[in-house]
């Protein structure tokens, strides 16, 4: 392969997507599409437990929204508590924006009404959930809930992290934090995906 990167990024389950737009223009037969998380990595440039919760809570929702078929890529509306300049609600929405469609005012104004992608992301919303999706043509909701400090660091990279951030590292250094800091990922995506604790989907 001509990337070289963690093999659990390809262990990660996959989001199945129907696309219309894509059918009309001709660019994925029949709309069909899949999202894996090398795609949003490339998007987001890195993998970070935030990244890695971006992608598991759409994963989650889309399967709790549409339990008997493929979810409509543009049929889905995103709500997000915090503004979009506070914290990591932007880095959140920049990956879900990618697998959903949605977007706030930047996304397709459509084709002659159909197919727009703008306004379907919300912030500053009034939930109390990390975020909440919306089908678009049935109104149903569900808030997904998530929190990586279920899934701590080692301590190992912590005493790296410090030396990385303090600008003391050696190569040796940053090659080993950037190894804890995938291995706290993996954890995350791999071996907690259903830990509830950490993540949970409910019904609105």
């Known amino acids: 392969r001509s990337m070289n990167y963690p093999t659990f990024f390809d262990e990660v389950e996959t989001i199945e997507m129907i696309d219309p737009l894509s059918n009309v223009l001709g660019a994925f037969e029949g709309g069909e599409l899949t ?9 987001a440039g890195h993998s970070c437990p935030t990244v890695a919760g971006a992608y598991l809570m759409t994963l989650k929702a889309l399967k709790a929204l549409y339990p008997h078929e493929k979810p409509v890529r543009g049929n889905i509306k995103v709500a997000f508590k915090e503004p979009m300049e506070e914290g ?3 880095v959140i929405g920049n ?3 990618q697998i959903t469609g949605a977007t706030d005012k930047s996304g397709f104004k459509g084709l002659n009404g159909r197919f727009a992608r703008h306004s379907l992301m919300d912030f500053s919303a009034d939930i109390s959930s990390s975020a909440r999706f919306t ?3 049935t109104g149903e909701s569900v808030d997904v809930y998530y929190n990586p400090n279920v899934v701590p660091p080692l301590p ?3 005493l790296l ?3 990385v951030m303090g600008g003391t590292a050696e190569p040796e250094d940053i090659k080993a934090f950037g190894i804890f800091w995938q291995e706290r990922v993996e954890r995350i995506l791999i071996e907690n995906s259903d830990n509830t604790e950490m993540l949970r989907v409910e019904k609105v």
């Not at 999202?35 to 998007?43: A, C, E, G, P, Q």
């Open 35 to 43: 999202f894996n998380y090398l795609d949003v990595v490339k998007s």
């Open 88 to 90: 990591v609600a932007g």
């Open 95 to 97: 990956v879900i924006s």
């Open 135 to 137: 089908r678009v043509d």
């Open 156 to 158: 190992d990279m912590q």
């Open 161 to 163: 992290m410090q030396k």
